[in-house]
């Protein structure tokens, strides 16, 4: 066996660089589209800002459970590796599979497609310069992860950076200079609905708190593994927690609820009441910002599955082979970019795309959410000596239970809400069965060790 295959993910981040890559996949589109989602489904601000304070604190909880597992189990494979030394090999496989087809390269494509509809609005290209955007934008950023980790990380705390910029305007212009205007009435369908409408709101605000578990793939690249992955989920959290609230805050300051409601655009109808027409222009850049700072991040962490999954099956360790020189999986990023790409070009002709995306990916997400819950607490009690980080009573056994209860709970909401989208996600998880029972039945597999 060759150097290069022997090669391994090196100790290099910072908890600086792992709270840029955090913060970097979390604070991103969402936080620009979903609000009005939220508001819509509340019968007041009290509630409104109850419920993004709420799903905060589940955040944090699933943070705390995911420390301990990054911490206690690092690994290039971040979930892989938790799912397979708690509920076995297979289950494991199946989750690859999922984020493979579905998980992330769905994620990668639906940030490509937002960013290609902003920067179409800022410079438009013609009838087809949305996804053709989406598709440059999604080689560039690429093409900047090839270069190495090093350059990876650099791009992402700049971007980073851009963005918390964007959103401190935000809420800078809210709540400083933004005087309220005159309540604008919200259509009837905007009304919040009886019975599961503060539920559905829950669905947006925690598809908005996404994405905070990609840092369990980067416990192998951080210096002080076990206190820095600590460090890294928890500050990250709380300064997700902080961004969102005072966001929030700066929406309802200028909109009030029922404005909020009647916009499908709260942040570019902040910003232009209170900097006028020239908001809306830098409100489309800001997001362009924000995109390109989610899908680097997303690409950056996304491929590194790749390398854990070919230690196991044989028939893929060339593509999660490791790059010595540039301290990465290359061979992956490019496979990962490349199913990104497909997709891209398949919801093109699309005008719903990002939508689809998520839907398509909501219901198998949760699914192995919950899944990694329910392996922390096996992984738990066969491990009794291991170090912990949730030993008070009030931590333990109430943190992970709390988040394991959070994840069934999304994994039934986001199959009764998403309609015919997460069907097909679940039905491409479940073409994947057979291809492992199979692998699985031929010894094509790696013993466990």
């Not at 951080?222 to 206190?227: E, P, S």
């Not at 232009?272 to 027409?277: K, W």
Request: hydrophobic share 55%; proline share 5%; glycine share 10%.
């Amino acid at each position: 066996m060759s150097e290069q295959d022997r090669a391994a993910p090196r100790p290099t981040l910072s908890v600086l660089d792992g709270i840029g890559l955090v913060v970097g996949v979390v604070v991103g589109i969402g936080i620009f589209k979903t609000p009005s989602l939220v508001a819509a489904n509340v019968d007041g601000a009290l509630a409104f800002m109850g419920l993004w304070l709420l799903g905060g604190l589940i955040t944090l909880a699933g943070a705390l459970v995911y420390a301990e597992l990054a911490a206690r189990h690092p690994s290039a494979g971040g979930e892989y590796t938790f799912l397979s030394r708690g509920l076995g090999r297979p289950t494991a496989l199946l989750f690859a599979w999922a984020r493979i087809s579905v998980i992330q390269t769905g994620a990668i494509a639906a940030v490509a497609f937002v960013f290609g509809d902003y920067a179409q609005a800022v410079l438009p290209l013609g009838p087809h310069g949305g996804p053709i955007y989406a598709a440059a934008v999604l080689a560039a950023v690429t093409a900047v992860n090839l270069r190495g980790t090093l350059h990876g990380k650099i791009a992402q705390n700049l971007l980073s950076a851009l963005t918390f910029a964007a959103i401190l305007a935000i809420v800078v212009l809210g709540l400083v200079l933004g005087a309220p205007a005159e309540p604008r009435t919200a259509e009837p369908s905007a009304e919040p609905s009886a019975g599961g409408a503060p539920g559905l709101a829950m669905v947006f605000i925690l598809l908005t708190y996404g994405g905070w578990n990609e840092a369990a793939y980067i416990s192998a690249d951080v210096r002080d593994g076990r206190r820095t992955m600590l460090r890294v989920l928890m500050l990250g959290t709380v300064l997700i927690m902080a961004v969102y609230l005072l966001a929030n805050l700066a929406y309802l300051s200028v909109l009030g609820l029922d404005g909020m409601r009647g916009s499908s655009v709260v942040a570019a109808d902040l910003m232009e009441r209170t900097v006028g027409p020239a908001g809306a222009v830098l409100i489309s850049l800001a997001i362009c910002v924000a995109a390109l700072s989610t899908l680097n991040a997303s690409i950056f962490t996304g491929a590194r599955i790749y390398h854990a999954l070919g230690a196991d099956l044989p028939a893929l360790r060339a593509v999660g082979t490791w790059d010595a020189d540039g301290n990465n999986p290359r061979r992956a990023i490019l496979v990962q970019s490349g199913i990104a790409l497909a997709l891209v070009l398949f919801g093109a002709p699309q005008r719903d795309g990002f939508q689809a995306i998520v839907e398509y990916t909501a219901p198998v997400f949760w699914f192995f959410m919950l899944l990694v819950g329910i392996s922390y607490l096996v992984l738990r009690r066969r491990d009794d000596h291991a170090p912990r980080l949730l030993t008070a009573p009030l931590l333990y056994p109430a943190v992970p239970l709390v988040f394991c209860a959070a994840c069934a709970w999304l994994l039934y909401a986001s199959l009764v809400h998403t309609g015919l989208g997460g069907l097909v996600g679940v039905a491409v998880l479940a073409a994947g069965v057979p291809l492992i029972l199979l692998a699985h039945r031929r010894g094509r597999l790696v013993p466990a060790e």
